[in-house]
């Protein structure tokens, strides 16, 4: 199955660019109850990830600065910690499970590495367990659901 199906696009989810500062991200990630999100650069390019870990250890690290200060600091200057790999459109679903074991979501780009969009875990997860209990039939679907109660 094409991921296209699970692509939630880039015009319906929070990013970040390369010229925000950190209280603007910190704005988002607050709004929005994210602890992740896409950073991109002007060109619309996937350039990585952005954490609240990143910006925790950017004020850990950086001496002499305080919350009340982050809007003097480009997220440029934040360093990521975490490596999020990306995949083509063109994908298949079974190329997203091990990517989604350590990611919250899985970005999409284009060719060109243009940000098209996320797969979310959660839908990941939601298709693999649609497919098991359909492999498994209803009886397997109730011994699931029993065992988990």
């Known amino acids: 199955m094409n991921i296209a199906f699970f692509l939630t696009p880039k015009r319906n989810i929070e990013y970040l660019t390369t010229d925000e ?15 992740a999100l896409p950073l991109l650069d002007n060109d619309g390019k ?5 954490t609240e870990g990143d910006l925790l250890w950017k ?3 950086t001496p002499g600065l305080m ?5 003097t600091v480009p997220i440029s200057e934040v360093h990521r910690y975490t490596k999020s790999k990306t995949v083509s459109i063109d994908s298949k679903i079974d190329d997203l499970i091990n ?5 919250n979501f ?4 284009d060719d060109e590495g243009i940000f ?7 839908d990941i997860i939601n298709y693999c367990a649609d497919s ?7 009886k397997g679907r109730l011994k699931s659901i029993v065992s988990n109660i």
Do not use: C, W
Not at 99 to 103: D, G, H, I, W
Not at 116 to 122: D, M, P, Q
């Open 132 to 138: 098991l209990f359909k492999s498994k039939g209803e």
């Open 67 to 71: 919350i009340d200060k982050a809007h």
């Open 46 to 50: 996937y350039v990585g990830v952005i």
């Open 21 to 35: 500062t950190m209280d603007q991200v910190l704005d988002k990630m607050e709004s929005n109850t994210y602890t």
């Open 59 to 61: 004020l850990k690290n």
């Open 106 to 109: 899985v970005p999409v780009v």
């Open 99 to 103: 990517l989604a074991k350590n990611q």
């Open 116 to 122: 098209i969009g996320i797969i979310k875990r959660s």
